[in-house]
């Protein structure tokens, strides 16, 4: 997220960057999305995911393209700066003046033989990591970077109120079931409300702020330092969540083969579209993180192919895990996260599997949380950053950790409504980053790729759709999208 050319970092193969934006994509949303799916109705979520895993993909390519533009300047620069610093050792001349007159210019008025070279391939190729900040500064006007920060701030805070809420939900839900009457955790028909006792005296809202309280505290303070995901431990929760994953569709689908299923989910049912939209957009990101997994990829040659296949595996795993969990549940027992519904005794049989999967989402969260609170709080600092000011001790230690950590926090007491979460930061954040950001980028890059190396310029890495037209089509998608979640909410505020 940084605005910044960062180091691209170890290399690996095209087949090891595959997984890697496998493991990107399929996270958090895909645990809100089988309520969703119930909710909407599986035509209607079948179709919808499809066409959003489509309209993602364009993006995708969008935001390569544009990082091969970006690398481009990036190597002509270096070569103009490599030929001026020999013009130097041959010059005496030494008058600033004359020389930035001289490089003006030369950038105003180039030989054709320049500008046929400037177009060769080999300045295309996506050797630096350029972070969307910096494709950012680099395409759009002020007011476009101040807009695009606000995108990303906005998102990020929206991410980190999920996860915020998401802990101390599956602690309370685990816990209070686990301490309560029912030791075998959430049975199949009973609906707890808030209000509902959790441990003697305590409601379950109490013991959900205690545990938000909790998780605040131990994880809250990492927000004031820099952290960074390691390796191993990315490889630790990686592993954790397949195994999750895995465990949750096979035995849905035994339970389903069994004739125990007990979901029948309509065909469509409009009034849930607006989450459902929400939480498909939010399952789909990644643009904002591309050039850090792309960048160090090998060999590029086939780069659309291998996106655009990891594409049809997400769908196909989306699809697997919603239809398993629509047919094997009842629609008003599916819950907003999706491995609280086999913490039943009825669905899981040995205890240490419920509690595996009914705190899977506590342990995978709680190490992404300072993650993204420390990159929230990093762009904080790069929006209201000035060339060759620094901040203040107490505004770079204490206020930006504070202006980060706090709004999530206090979203997260208010509700746990992970689905709602999902889906409002999906529907407009999200819509900014996948559909907005991508789109724009792309056509100011064009356009200035065809100013500095001429009209014809091929971009090796450009986007399948290359036409005007898929840059105008996403721009509409995403008003329209906007328009639809915005009157949606409107009119179910209404009706209530």
């Known amino acids: 997220m940084a605005g910044e050319i960062t180091e691209t970092g170890e290399l690996y193969s095209p087949y090891v960057g595959l997984v890697y934006m496998f493991n990107l994509i399929v996270g958090t949303g895909a ?63 030494s008058d600033s003046d004359v020389l930035v007159q001289d490089n003006y210019e030369r950038a105003e008025k180039r030989p054709i033989l320049s500008v046929q070279r400037r177009g060769s391939p080999n300045f295309f190729e996506i050797t630096d990591r350029v972070e969307m900040g910096q494709m950012a500064s680099m395409f759009f006007n002020k007011v476009g970077v101040n807009l695009f ?14 996860y915020a809420a998401a802990v101390p939900f599956s602690l309370m839900q685990v816990t209070c079931s686990a301490m309560g009457n029912d030791s075998c955790g959430v049975e199949a028909d009973t609906k707890y409300n808030d209000t509902d ?23 809250g303070p990492f927000t004031f330092f820099d952290v960074q995901k390691t390796k191993y431990l990315q490889i630790l929760t990686s592993l954790m969540r397949w195994i999750a994953f895995a465990i949750m569709i096979v035995l849905a689908l035994v339970r389903i083969g ?14 849930g579209v607006r989450n459902l939209f929400g939480v498909c957009v939010y399952s789909f990101m990644c643009q904002h993180s591309l050039p850090s997994l792309v960048t160090p990829v090998s060999s590029k040659r086939h780069l659309t192919r291998l996106v655009f296949l990891d594409y049809v595996l997400i769908l196909a795993f989306y699809g697997l895990l919603s239809f398993t969990a629509i047919f094997c549940f009842r629609g008003d027992s599916l819950l907003d996260m999706y491995t609280l519904n086999f913490a039943r005794c009825d669905v899981v049989g040995l205890a240490a599997v ?116 898929w840059v105008g089509f996403v721009l509409l998608w995403a008003f329209s999208c906007f328009l639809f979640v915005t009157a949606n909410i409107v009119l179910s505020e209404t009706k209530l």
């Open 31 to 93: 645990l809100t999305m089988p309520k969703a799916f119930a909710t909407a109705g599986w035509l209607v979520s079948l179709v919808l995911l499809v066409f959003l895993g489509f309209m993602s993909f364009v993006t995708t390519t969008f935001v390569v393209e544009a990082m091969a533009a970006a690398n481009a300047q990036l190597h002509w620069k270096r070569m103009e700066n490599h030929q001026e610093e020999e013009d130097d050792d041959s010059s005496t001349a």
């Open 149 to 162: 920060y606000f995108c990303i701030i906005i998102y990020l805070y929206g991410d980190l109120a999920i």
């Open 197 to 219: 006792r959790c441990w003697g005296p305590l409601r379950r809202v109490d013991a959900y702020r205690i545990y938000l309280a909790v998780f605040t505290l131990l994880l």
């Open 258 to 271: 069994h004739g125990r299923g007990e979901g029948h989910p309509p065909l469509a049912d409009f009034s």
């Open 354 to 469: 419920r509690f595996f999967l009914g705190l899977f989402p506590v342990f995978t969260i709680s190490t992404n949380f300072p993650i993204i609170a420390v990159t929230l709080r990093n762009n904080w600092k790069t929006l209201f950053h000035r060339e060759g000011g620094t901040y203040p001790w107490v505004v770079d230690r204490v206020v930006f950790p504070t202006i980060t950590l706090l709004p999530p926090v206090l979203v997260a007491f208010c509700t746990h409504d992970l689905e709602s979460l999902v889906g409002i930061t999906g529907a407009y954040a999200g819509t900014g980053i996948q559909y907005i950001i991508p789109a724009f980028l792309v056509y100011l890059c064009r356009r200035d790729t065809q100013l500095a190396f001429g009209f014809g310029t091929i971009n090796k890495h450009g986007s399948p759709f290359r036409h005007t037209f």
